[in-house]
């Protein structure tokens, strides 16, 4: 699956217009999960296999470029961590989860 890119078509958009670029992004096995961790801290790949506890190295590699390419995570000396991007769509994703468990009520 190639990156989604704004402008591009993508699954959902042919158009490729930039929300869905980054629904596409977002979507995907564990990004959101990678950017969730990362809010917290840097973390190791190591680490970050740990947290993805079912994650194969070769999707969490896979995983990690693209949200390099797509400048929202960033590889330091101490692993990896959320540019100022990450962090913007971190607070923006912030709010989805504390509604989407308002949201789960309704089916229980």
Known sequence: MALPIPGKPVRGSKSGIPVMALFDLLGRNWAMGIIWHLNER???FRELQEYC????????NKRLQELR??????????????????????????P?????????ENFK
């Not at 590889?75 to 100022?84: A, C, I, N, P």
């Not at 989805?96 to 789960?104: P, Q, T």
């Open 42 to 44: 840097s973390r190791t």
């Open 53 to 60: 506890e079912s994650i194969s190295p070769s999707t969490l």
């Open 96 to 104: 989805l989860g504390k509604w989407s468990k308002k949201w789960a």
């Open 69 to 94: 390419k797509s400048f929202l995570i960033e590889r330091t000396v101490t692993g990896y961590r959320l540019t100022t991007q990450g962090k913007e769509v971190f607070h923006l994703l912030e």
